[in-house]
Nanobody, 120 residues
Framework: QVQLVESGGGLVQPGGSLRLSCAASGSIVSVNDMRWYRQAPGKQRDLVAVITSGGSTNYAVSVKGRFTISRDNARNTMYLQMNSLKPEDTAVYYC??????????????WGQGTQVTVSS
């Protein structure tokens, strides 16, 4: 009933930029917190950034000052602007959101992930 679809990943050189998008669709009543996670090969999935419905944000120390999370509540879409990318940013990036559906409670939903590779 709810889909989260990420886009915008790809291959970029160190120091470059990418912008990820995550669009939520379905029988959505409201969306609370939205988050970006990432998972590198052989590592756990880590929280990168979170944004509340009111626009408050928080970032992992490793990306603070380089990444910016934002959202368009009218379109149920979240973004992650990634600047000054480093090889260690290479991972699959996942979006996650707390969504209330019609006739249902708030629940957490995940996207399918988008690959970001930072390499020269």
């Amino acid at each position: 009933q709810v889909q989260l679809v990420e886009s915008g990943g790809g291959l970029v050189q160190p120091g470059g930029s990418l912008r990820l998008s995550c669009a939520a669709s379905g029988s959505i009543v409201s969306v609370n917190d939205m988050r970006w996670y990432r998972q590198a090969p052989g590592k756990q999935r880590d929280l990168v950034a979170v944004i509340t419905s009111g626009g408050s944000t928080n970032y992992a120390v490793s990306v603070k000052g380089r990444f910016t999370i934002s959202r368009d509540n009218a379109r149920n879409t979240m973004y992650l602007q990634m600047n000054s990318l480093k090889p260690e940013d290479t991972a699959v990036y996942y979006c996650n959101a707390d969504i209330k559906i019609v006739l249902g409670p708030f629940a957490g939903y995940w996207g399918q992930g988008t690959q970001v590779t930072v390499s020269s």
